[in-house]
Every structure is written in structure tokens, then in C-alpha cells.
């Protein structure tokens, strides 16, 4: 609206300038051939066709300067990612020689405590080997008694401590403390371990493979690109150098990605 009225404003004022300028010739001594009316019309005229004109100019669109593309190691992006180190996570790493007991020493009676007890959430880091694969039963001891407990990541790595598979915590306490448990480990986490080519089977329970990952120095229109390459892409792994530091999830990458201009 404001832009039909300043529109109308350049017209008219356009016409009034014109005609003035008629006028003040006429008081110079210029000679009046045409009709006074006629131009008057014709000043009408030139005003209408400069009020258009105006218009248009107005009401083109301008081009906006973006600011820079928002990378995942700044901010608001870096409150997205949900980090694998704090002082608020307590690390509970394994492997397949070691025993269940073993890895936990180091954590006294924590584990035998009420959750309550404990004010601190869970990662835990499992690490592949060439000499054996991962027990069925370590894992299901490991989960289920887990289970009362605030696991928030379950990280695989093979023996070069290379990434190869994530699984959020929650779910996989869901998956591998059911009836159906040992099949579960079996297939997501074991023979994953065994067979990093495959890991994009944990897509199937929430979980990111090994190709599912994004480098902190990106930007989220790169972390965006990269969940187009799949609709079963859920999340991506956010990378420090060749050091994975944390997850991202599909919606939290399009909710920083509406975000931007």
C-alpha cells in the first residue's frame, strides 16, 4: 500500500513539475499555441505513465546478501550437537578379549547403585577386533544392565579406533534388551563390527554408518546435502580432524537449516 501511494506521489508531483515548467515558460514571454487543456492532459498523461513506472521500480524484487553459511563448529549450531566427552559422561569403553567385569572395575559400585545415585549419563564405546569377534552374551549383560541407567550413546570403532558404526542410547536399550535381544546384537552391533562395509544396517534401528558423517568445518547446507542422499539417514556423526566428537540428528540439521536467510 505504502508503495501505491509513494508511486502516486512521484506521478503527480512528476505532472506538477511539468506543467510548472509550462507555466513559467508562458511568463517568459513564450507564446501559447496549444490549448491550455490540452496541456494539462498531457501532463496528466506524463504523470500516470512516471507514477507506473515508479511502481515498477518499487516493487522489484532486490537481491539480498546472505551472511555467511552457519558452520557446525559455531554457534547456535555447536547447541545441536550432542558431544561424545563432558564431565558429565561417564566412559564405559570394551573389547572383545576383555570381560564385562574388567571394564567396569574402574567405576567401583556405581553400576550396583540405584540410578538415582548416579548423576552422570552414559557413552559406551565399543571397539572391534581382528582376533575375535564381539560375545553375544558380554553385550546383552552390558545393555541390560544398563537398562535402568541414562545411556545416551553407543559408539563402534574397529580395532584402529576408526569409526564405523553409532546407535543412540536409548534405542539401543530398547532393541537389545528385549526377548528378541541376542538376534538384535548380533546383527547391529556384532557382525557390524565384523563387516564395516555393512553398517548402514544400524540405519535401520536409528543408528549412523560409516559413510553417514559430516566435518565440523562444514556448514549446515553441506550437513543438509548429505541427508539427501538417503531418506534413511537419521543423523550424522560430526567429525574433529579424523576423531568423531559427536551426533547431530536429521531434524535438528533442518531445523538450523530453516533457520538461515
Known sequence: MLKKLLAAVIGVGAGLALFGAYLAFLRLGGQLRPDLAVVGAAAVTFASAVGVFAL??????????????????????????????????????????TSLAMALARFGSTFSRPPSDTNKDIMVTLRGSRRMSFPTVTLQQLFLMLKPFNLLHVLLLDDRDQ???????????????????????????????????NSEAVREIGGAGQNDTIKSAQDIGDA????W???SIQGLIVFRGARPVGYISRLDVLTLHAGLP
Open 163 to 197: 569409526f564405523v558404526a553409532y546407535l543412540p542410547g536409548k534405542r539401543a536399550l530398547k532393541e537389545f534388551t528385549g526377548s528378541d535381544a541376542a538376534d538384535k546384537i548380533s546383527k547391529y552391533v556384532v557382525s557390524v563390527l565384523d563387516n564395516p562395509e
Open 56 to 97: 515498477m521500480a518499487l516493487d522489484r524484487p532486490t537481491l539480498r546478501r546472505g551472511r555467511a553459511a552457519l558452520k557446525l563448529n559455531e554457534h547456535p549450531a555447536l547447541e545441536y550437537i550432542f558431544p561424545f566427552k563432558g564431565a558429565s559422561l561417564a566412559q564405559i569403553s570394551l573389547k572383545p578379549e
Open 229 to 231: 542422499k538417503s531418506e
Open 224 to 227: 543438509q546435502k548429505e541427508l
